[in-house]
């Protein structure tokens, strides 16, 4: 059964006609999901209702056993739930569509520089066109080569309609289309001068969006970390003495605040932050397909398995018992993202490495063309002078080139190439360029020259964008991990000791359960290491599962350990 299947089945049972609006049918279609618009939003209204009602009938139930405060409280949490779930649907696909267009934007310099490059060997604005498209990855290459297809016999040459689909969203790509056109029909000695501000527009328009947004964010950022996170970890460090003042907090309603309130807020804050985000530099994307990742879950499976045991025996015998789930779920959860993520990690250091001399490369290569040598000679010798991966890389395209006697495109791309299981967009591209070069010969070197600046340029924008993004998300990341935990654990044991002296006793107070908060605060922690540090990253890099899963997998494992630690720590000096 699939989710088409589900929703429909669910949105049967709303009666009513619903008018969705026509950018979520939008939306859904861009991310290729098969859910119709109408029948999810009725789906969805059904759910609302569904979990209101329950959340209607846990006030009756609680009410006559429990404080007026407390039933509302745990009420007032789920209907929040249910009430959020239109919203969610309704906002969540757009959301969604709109980081992954985020996403594509991140090669829109590479895009640029390509057809720049085509340029410089044949001043044909089509040509250059097609060949950005067909050299090309992503999204944003997709969506160039359908324009160019629907050109195709029409006076158009499909950047027209490109520009007008991503124009909006990255004006800078306007710009620097309009200067490869100018270049396209410019005397040869001005078409070199037009071609390089075209790639230095799309450049710079990344680094002002970027810089744009980094300046924008910092006072949400700030405020979100001040009444999302700082504001909430100073109430739980205060409870003990509000509780002994005879304010009777009760637990239910410590666990509706905390565990499901505040995570709605904070979520939805966090992704109304990573929707803002202009451009994204994303690691490449290591499916289960990949050769280095194995095929099976059971490794998972089993990490999981033996961090939950190892955290639930260590929690048991060094803190107290109430402290083995929260162990449990963050050691085991944590351990299995690790492990899920290790071997597409090692995939990423391995792409990182191979485009760290990537424009050494290109520029070596491109100054041999352009002395008159051959593309095949010029790459054995680039790969004798360029140093780590990327020499690696080269002199394995190299050799395989010269004993199998295939094309240089084939020698890196082809079959059992030198990049067939290195998802790297960028050296796959740089490849091309190559193979461009031993078809076009001396005008392609000069070319390669200024391609080779065109890469470094790029990787030097995406270095100082992350360096400024990080200023501002390594708050989260380190709150995150630990100083949220420390706070939370040395609140408990605080709790406990106020609990075992019957200070609350003496001013009338009720003192709250060690276990009950203490599971309490720990899901707080155990989310919050999860909420920030996954908005931290999609901040720095954009979403990607690998690396996501990763930092995620070990936030939760130090959010553990720190909370446990720290409440044993502060025990000791109570």
Request: proline residues 5%.
């Amino acid at each position: 059964m699939n989710v088409r299947t589900v929703v429909d089945d669910v949105a049967s049972w709303w009666p009513w006609a619903v008018d969705p609006d026509p950018e979520l049918g939008r939306a859904l279609a861009y991310l290729g999901c098969g859910a119709d618009a109408a029948a999810l939003e009725r789906a969805a209204r059904v759910v609302a209702v569904v979990v209101v009602a329950v959340a209607v009938g846990i006030g009756a139930v609680l009410g006559p056993v429990t404080s007026a405060t407390t039933s509302i409280a745990v009420a007032s949490a789920v209907a929040a739930v249910g009430v959020a779930v239109p919203l969610v649907v309704d906002r969540g696909p757009r959301w969604l569509a709109t980081m992954v267009r985020t996403r594509a934007l991140g090669s829109a310099a590479g895009l640029v520089g390509r057809a720049a490059l085509r340029l410089r060997v044949d001043p044909t604005v089509e040509r250059a066109a097609a060949f950005a498209a067909e050299t090309g990855t992503g999204a944003l290459a997709r969506s160039l080569g359908a324009h160019v297809e629907r050109a195709a016999g029409t006076p158009r040459n499909g950047f027209d309609g490109f520009v007008r689909e991503w124009g909006e969203r990255f004006p800078a790509l306007s710009r620097a289309v309009a200067r490869l056109d100018a270049a396209a029909s410019a005397p040869a000695d001005e078409r070199v001068q037009q071609l390089d501000r075209a790639v230095e527009a799309a450049l710079d328009g990344v680094q002002e969006e970027l810089a744009s947004f980094t300046s924008e964010i910092r006072g949400a950022v700030t405020g979100l970390y001040a009444f999302g996170i700082l504001l909430p970890l100073a109430l739980i460090g205060v409870l003990p003495a509000a509780n002994a003042a005879g304010a009777r907090l009760s637990l239910p309603v410590i666990v509706a605040l905390y565990d499901v309130l505040l995570p709605i807020a904070v979520v939805t804050a966090g992704a109304w932050l990573l929707v803002r985000r202009p451009v994204a530099f994303p690691p490449p994307r290591v499916g289960r397909e990949h050769p280095d990742t194995p095929d099976g879950r059971l490794h998972v499976v089993a990490g999981g398995l033996v961090g939950g045991a190892v955290g639930t025996a260590g929690a048991t015998a060094l803190v107290e018992p109430w402290a083995a789930p929260i162990a449990a779920v963050g050691l085991g959860v944590g351990s299995a993202l690790v492990v899920d993520a290790r071997a597409a990690k090692r995939v990423h250091e391995r792409v990182r490495a191979v485009e760290a001399d990537l424009h050494d490369a290109c520029y070596l290569v491109g100054r041999r063309v352009a002395a008159g040598e051959a593309v095949e000679t010029a790459l054995a010798d680039a790969a004798d002078r360029v140093a780590g991966e990327t020499g690696a890389m080269l002199a394995d395209a190299a050799r395989r080139q010269r004993r199998l006697g295939v094309t240089v495109g084939e020698a890196f791309d082809g079959e059992h190439g030198a990049l067939a299981t290195l998802p790297s967009r960028r050296a796959r591209e740089v490849a091309t360029l190559f193979d461009l070069a031993a078809t076009e010969g001396r005008p392609a070197g000069e070319a390669l020259i200024a391609t080779a600046e065109h890469v470094e340029e790029l990787r030097r924008v995406e270095r100082e964008a992350r360096r400024e993004l990080s200023k501002v998300t390594d708050t989260l990341t380190n709150t995150a991990a630990m100083f949220g935990p420390i706070v939370g654990g040395a609140t408990v044991a605080l709790s406990a000791r106020v609990a075992s002296t019957g200070t609350t006793a003496q001013f009338g107070g009720g003192s709250l359960p060690t276990a009950g908060l203490g599971l309490a605060v720990g899901a707080y922690v155990l989310w919050l290491a999860v909420a920030l540090t996954t908005l931290s990253t999609g901040l720095t890099r954009g979403l990607d599962r690998t690396l996501v899963g990763h930092r995620v997998g070990v936030a939760l494992c130090l959010a553990t350990v720190c909370y446990l630690a720290s409440y044993v720590g502060a025990g000791l000096f109570l």
